[in-house]
């Protein structure tokens, strides 16, 4: 592995999370975890619960000797054998939970202290790790999770996902970051990666007829959002690894160690700018091929619904909507058994929190949309329902004020009742805190809880509200309404903006661009009903 000088151990008022990492690699983590399974929780170092991540493992709500355990799935990759392996491990100790995230991975929650280190061997041994799930580290690789199958995409990234993967996961060199580093890849030109909230990133680009990517730095979300800029490069695929590489490297020698608050790669580039940036990756890589063109066009924001061809001829893909992302093992079995009925095997999990199933024959999708589970996760689910996102929540997040999954299925199930020839899919984000993981910033209506004191002493959850955040061309994070949305003014609230956009739209213009087309006045007035200061 790669030799490097710890230059920043010398600086002062490193925040606490820098002197863990000083006096352990969270990489050792790893190693502890049979200790780990002799102690209670109160036993336990914060530094190793902190450490902890590295091992892609959580403490979970509340702080009561319970964790999670993320497993990466690189763009989303899963062959049935690891969905059944991921779905006795979370019968055996999981309380049947399932989760699949918003970066593809897969959640398990409910694990004890004393079952980690199995559960981590048994990851291993399917093929899988979590290793780094989680950490100031290289998180799971997000891309396309048609990699390989995709008609429209210029490169297969499959190759180069893996490539990536074996830079960077338990490497040494780089388990010692700042902070997290959101790596995103896709050749398809809807932006499926979501190149712009990531930390780097790879879009699909061409110079002089050759195909190739441009690379985004400094992308995020939280309290303060930011969106990745474009660096002045032209980058053939087999250049990819090299330049995130020497990116991760000036993220690892620059970053701000001081400030928690300010230490993703966002801020570096905002301080330094695209120029220092680029200059400082080119000493690393050496004189950089610039110019070329991003082939960018429509935004997909996620939506693999239905039954569609793949590149392959005669062969189909089918995507499944999984409600908030949420499910039980005996349900992810079940999709694994069906992946291997009807087609290979390959499952693909997504940015949205769904599912795909590749390679069916043409000959046998009348037979595969007649199944059952096709019901229970449907092909083509309803408008509003069908297009919700939403985190964990105070179920298991020790920073969420509120519980979000079911109350996002509520409104959403709500919604479709009273708009059921709405025509056009309405995203609905709901996250529980200021972190942002369920992405309000990228909604058409994004929604942020929180608990607020009213005026007669009683305390109410209330939501934040942000409209109309869009990514792909022209990209914006959504406008934010001042005021917040009491709980039970929430539907009419979603109710007032649906009607009115289905009143005025034109033809079949969608909520999205609807939204665009107004200004932060004209929603803060349609809305201010529904608004407390």
Known sequence: ???????????????????????KDGLK??????RFAKLTQKEMLASDVELLKWAGIYAQRPRDGHYLVRAKLPSGALTAAQARALAEISATYGRQTIQITDRQSIQIHWLELGVLADVVARLHAAGLTSTEACGDCPRNILGNPLMGVDSEETIDTEPLVRALVAKFQGNPAFSNLPRKFKISISANPHDVGFARINDIAFVPAKKDGRDGFRVY???????EPKLAQPLP???????????AEAVAIVFREHGDRENRGHCRLKYLVEDWGVERLAAAVEEKTGTLERGGEEFSVAWNPGIYYGLHAQKQEGLFYAGLHIPAGEMDADDLAALADLSEAYGSGRLRTTNTQNIVILDIPGARLDAFQSEPLCRRFPLQPQWFSGFEMSCTGNAFCNFAPIETKNRLIELTRALDAAFPEVGQPVRINLTGCFHACAQPQIADIGLTGGRKRLADGTVHEVFAVQLGGHLGPDA??????????PEDQLLPFCSVLIGTWQKHRTGDETF???????TQEDLQHLTQPFLIA
Do not use: C
Request: no cysteine; aromatic share 10%.
């Open 233 to 243: 490069f032209f980058v053939p695929a087999n250049q990819v690894v090299s330049i």
């Open 512 to 518: 999205s661009t609807w939204l665009q087309g107004q």
């Open 1 to 23: 592995m790669q030799e490097y000088i710890v230059s920043w151990k010398n600086r002062p008022n490193l925040n606490k999370n820098e002197h863990y990492k000083l006096a």
């Open 217 to 223: 730095v400094g992308g995020g979300l939280s309290k």
């Open 476 to 485: 914006h994070f959504a406008i934010p309404l001042e005021g917040v949305v």
């Open 29 to 34: 983590i790893l190693d502890d975890l049979p």
